[in-house]
Nanobody
Framework: QVQLVESGGGLAQTGGSLRLSCTASGRTFSDYAMAWFRQGSEKEREFVAA????????FYADSVKGRFTISRDNAKSTVNLQMDALKREDTDIYYC????????????????WGQGTQVTVSS
C-alpha cells in the first residue's frame, strides 16, 4: 500500500521561504512521477508542481513558476518543494500525490495522496 507523509509546513512571512518534504513508501519510488497540489478553504484542489520519475522533467503552475522548485531524492524516496518569495495567496494545505505515470501527475491521474501540511503566509 502506497503511503505518503508530508512535513515541513508552518508559518512564514511574505517574501520568506519554506521547504516541504514528502516521504513515500509501499512501492518503488523511482518508477513514478510525483506532484504537489494545494487546497484552501472553499477552493478546489489545484496543481502546484510535478516531477518525472527520473527527475529530469519538472512542471509548474504559472502562479508559482520562478518561485517554487520541486526536486526528488530517489535514494531517500523523498520529493521536496522549495518555496521562495512566498505570497499571502500561497496560504493553503499542501498535498503530495502520485499515480501510475513516470512522467507527470495531474489531479485526474493522482491515485495516492498524503494527509496534507498547512502553509500559512502572513504579512
Amino acid at each position: 500500500q502506497v503511503q505518503l507523509v508530508e512535513s515541513g509546513g508552518g508559518l512564514a512571512q511574505t517574501g520568506g521561504s519554506l521547504r516541504l518534504s514528502c516521504t513515500a513508501s509501499g512501492r518503488t519510488f523511482s518508477d513514478y512521477a510525483m506532484a504537489w497540489f494545494r487546497q484552501g478553504s472553499e477552493k478546489e484542489r489545484e496543481f502546484v508542481a510535478a516531477i518525472s520519475a527520473s527527475g529530469q522533467s519538472t512542471f509548474y503552475a504559472d502562479s508559482v513558476k520562478g518561485r517554487f522548485t520541486i526536486s526528488r531524492d530517489n535514494a531517500k524516496s523523498t520529493v521536496n518543494l522549495q518555496m521562495d518569495a512566498l505570497k499571502r495567496e500561497d496560504t493553503d494545505i499542501y498535498y503530495c500525490a502520485t499515480g501510475a505515470s513516470r512522467v507527470v501527475v495531474t489531479y485526474g491521474s493522482a491515485e495516492h495522496w498524503g494527509q496534507g501540511t498547512q502553509v500559512t503566509v502572513s504579512s
